[in-house]
């Protein structure tokens, strides 16, 4: 990490499928793109880690960033309250950005200074060199296989609370990356 990193406060971006929305349930009526989008269910601790990472050494500086068209933005909102996610985790709605690329991404951790971005894609992550901590997410792909080989300086992670530890390590400087 570059000394300038060090000097700023950490700020996290969260990618939403695949990271907060889970894609367990990708072939039935439950799933996103389903009969019953607001039943799909959230990675399994994503809301308590968000929220204890959001209302800690985040201080509120967490951006959801997502590609998602017109559509399928509308309904991740929709999804997003019917779960309450933001009274829930305290992440300011006001903090939440759709791109219809992905590379659009790279500009908004810039905008924003983003130290540290959870992925469950690698090719988002390659492309975001301006943060220093980035975390290709596994837990929640579903059927989708991780990749075979992960370049360095992207650490991949399992599950949110193992995310989170390794986040606030590197907070801490307790964090092997």
């Known amino acids: ?10 700020v996290l971006g ?3 499928g695949g990271v907060i929305v889970d894609r367990v349930a990708e072939d039935c009526d439950t799933s996103f793109f389903g009969l019953h989008p607001l039943e799909t269910p959230s990675v ?18 967490v951006y959801l960033v997502s590609k998602a068209r017109s559509t399928t ?8 309250e ?28 810039e905008r924003f200074g983003i130290t540290h971005f959870v992925d469950d894609r690698l090719d988002v992550l390659k492309i975001l060199t301006t943060v220093p901590y980035r ?6 792909l579903g059927v ?5 080989w992960v370049p360095e300086g992207i650490e991949v992670v399992d599950t949110w609370v193992d995310l989170r530890h390794q986040i606030t390590g590197t907070i801490n400087g307790t964090s092997p990356t």
Not at 47 to 54: D, G, K, M
Not at 90 to 96: A, G, M, V
């Open 135 to 140: 975390y290709l997410f596994t837990g929640g």
């Open 14 to 16: 969260v990618d939403i």
């Open 1 to 10: 990490m570059s000394p300038a990193a060090c000097d700023r406060l950490p």
């Open 144 to 148: 989708n296989e991780p990749p075979e």
């Open 44 to 61: 399994d601790g994503v809301i308590e880690a968000l929220s204890q990472l959001a209302t800690g050494p985040f201080e509120w500086r």
């Open 82 to 109: 019917h779960i309450d996610f933001f009274g829930r985790t305290e992440i300011s709605r006001h903090n939440l950005f759709f791109v219809s690329n992905r590379a659009e991404k790279a500009p908004i951790c």
């Open 73 to 80: 933005a509308a309904t991740t909102r929709k999804w997003l």
